[in-house]
T-cell receptor, first 113, second 113 residues
Framework: QQQVKQSPQSLIVQKGGISIINCAYE??????FPWYQQFPGKGPALLIA?????SEKKEGRFTISFNKSAKQFSLHIMDSQPGDSATYFC????????????FGQGTTLQVKP | DGGITQSPKYLFRKEGQNVTLSCEQN?????MYWYRQDPGQGLRLIYY???????QKGDIAEGYSVSREKKESFPLTVTSAQKNPTAFYLC????????????FGPGTRLTVT
């Protein structure tokens, strides 16, 4: 009930291509879904987040798509750049509660020049 | 600059020794969290504190202890009872538990031999 499953584990994309990372959750009480970006040896940084009242949120080249009925959400990186090479984590939580984030296993993205 | 500091960046200890990891924030956040990250895995919650002088166990608290005597500080002690202490440890905070973005520190890499 508390798991968040993320796929793929690793992804290689050519520069200019679209990177897509998927996550699925089980707990229907979750109402906050952030994506974090982490570079090697650094702490994760919030990239973009969505709440279930919208099906899509876009910030620059990054878009979250959210499917409440399927309990799935995904991150799309348009026009992927070598600087986007990092590990991406999806997460989920119930806002107004303890703030505990349940993280996916992570996806290592490599964007080839 | 506001943020979260963790020190040291790298820490080496012999097996059987307790070690304390520092986490300080000047964001005036009420809630603080400790996560453990292992290669190829998501972040797992060790302990969290919603307010000063209060803390709760996360998903993998065994072998760890914390204190929250000051709002800005949330140190984590890795005890000799922790069977696999070698990992990357991340501290995070939010303005209030369950509300808003969770900010992460740069992490401490602990190696126990």
């Amino acid at each position: 009930q508390q798991q968040v499953k993320q796929s793929p584990q690793s992804l290689i994309v050519q520069k200019g291509g679209i990177s897509i990372i998927n996550c699925a959750y089980e707990n229907t009480a979750f109402d906050y879904f952030p994506w974090y970006q982490q570079f090697p040896g650094k702490g994760p940084a919030l990239l973009i987040a969505i709440r279930p009242d919208v099906s899509e949120k876009k910030e620059g080249r990054f878009t979250i798509s959210f499917n409440k009925s399927a309990k799935q959400f995904s991150l799309h990186i348009m026009d992927s750049q070598p600087g986007d090479s990092a590990t991406y984590f999806c997460a989920a939580s119930k806002e107004g509660n303890t703030g505990k984030l349940i993280f996916g296993q992570g996806t290592t993205l490599q964007v080839k020049p | 600059d506001g943020g979260i500091t963790q020190s040291p960046k790298y820490l080496f200890r012999k097996e059987g020794q307790n070690v304390t990891l520092s986490c300080e924030q000047n964001l005036n956040h009420d809630a603080m969290y400790w996560y453990r990250q292992d290669p190829g895995q998501g972040l797992r919650l060790i302990y969290y504190s919603q307010i000063v002088n209060d803390f709760q166990k996360g998903d993998i608290a065994e072998g760890y202890s914390v204190s929250r005597e000051k709002k800005e500080s949330f140190p984590l002690t890795v005890t000799s009872a922790q069977k696999n202490p070698t990992a990357f440890y991340l501290c995070a905070s939010t303005k209030r538990a369950g509300v808003g973005e969770q900010y992460f520190g740069p992490g401490t890499r602990l190696t126990v031999t």
